[in-house]
C-alpha cells in the first residue's frame, strides 16, 4: 500500500492569511502513464468530502482560484493563499496512482 | 454537474452482507476516465476506499477488504452497487460512493448491529 501522511494534523489559521497543508507518499505517485494521480478533498463539518484538486494542481469545478495544488514524485502541497470563514474542515490528500489511498486527515480552524 | 445518491439499509446484522446503490444523475456510468468508487468513514475517523468500477467493467479492490467486496454497475439503471459480506461492528461507516474524480454523494449511514 502507498502510504499518505499529511502535516500538519491540526493548523490553526487566522482569516485572511495564508495555510500551507504538505503530503508525502511512501513511493513516487507518477503512473506508467506519466501522469500524477494526486487529488485533495475538503471535508466541512457534517459534510461529505469534496474535490478541490485533482492531478496535483488541476482545480475541480467551481474551486476557488485561493486554492492551489504543487509538487512531485512523493511531495505534494495544498495552498489556499487568503483563508475564508467557510474554508474550516478536514482536508485530505489522496492518491489514485495505485489502489487509492487517502491521508490522516488535517484539520484547519480559526485562530 | 454530475450527482450520486447512496440508498441502502442504515442497519445490517453481523455476519450479514451490506447491500447498497448509488444512482447517478447528469452523467452517464459508461463515461470514460472515471472510477466509480465506493468509500467509507469510521464515525469520527478519515477515509478509507473500498473498492471502484471502471466504465470499461474492471474492478479494483482495497485489499484488506477484497475477501469480501463486490462492486458491480448496472448501465440500463445509470447505477453502481457495492456488496460487502460477513459484516461485523468495525464495518459501521458512512459510506460515500463518488465519481473520481469529481463529485461525491452525500454518504448514508450504515450500522452493523443486531
Known amino acids: 500500500d502507498v502510504v499518505m501522511t499529511q502535516t500538519p494534523l491540526s493548523s490553526p489559521v487566522t482569516l485572511g492569511q495564508p495555510a500551507s497543508i504538505s503530503c508525502r507518499s511512501s513511493?513516487?505517485?507518477?503512473?506508467?502513464?506519466?501522469?500524477?494521480?494526486l487529488s485533495w478533498l475538503q471535508q466541512r463539518p457534517g459534510q461529505p468530502p469534496r474535490l478541490l484538486i485533482y492531478?496535483?494542481?488541476n482545480r475541480f469545478s467551481g474551486v476557488p482560484d485561493r486554492f492551489s495544488g504543487s509538487g512531485a514524485g512523493t511531495d505534494f502541497t495544498l495552498k489556499i493563499s487568503r483563508v475564508e470563514a467557510e474554508d474550516v474542515g478536514v482536508y485530505y490528500c489522496m492518491q489514485a496512482t495505485q489502489s487509492p489511498t487517502f491521508g490522516q486527515g488535517t484539520k484547519l480552524e480559526i485562530k | 454537474q454530475v450527482q450520486l445518491q447512496e440508498s441502502g439499509p442504515g442497519l445490517v446484522k453481523p455476519s450479514e452482507t451490506l447491500s447498497l446503490t448509488c444512482t447517478v444523475s447528469?452523467?452517464?456510468?459508461?463515461?470514460?476516465?472515471?472510477?466509480w468508487s465506493w468509500i467509507r468513514q469510521p464515525p469520527g475517523k478519515g477515509l478509507e476506499w473500498i473498492g471502484y468500477i471502471s466504465y470499461s467493467g474492471s474492478t479494483n479492490y482495497n485489499p484488506s477488504l477484497k475477501s469480501r467486496v463486490t462492486v458491480s454497475v448496472d448501465t440500463s439503471k445509470n447505477q453502481f452497487s457495492l456488496n460487502l459480506s460477513s459484516v461485523t461492528a468495525a464495518d459501521t461507516a458512512v459510506y460515500y460512493c463518488a465519481r473520481v474524480p469529481g463529485d461525491w454523494g452525500q454518504g448514508t449511514l450504515v450500522t452493523v448491529s443486531s
Open positions: 513511493q513516487s505517485l507518477v503512473h506508467s502513464d506519466g501522469n500524477t494521480y
Open positions: 447528469g452523467g452517464s456510468v459508461s463515461s470514460a476516465s472515471y472510477y
Open positions: 492531478k496535483i494542481s
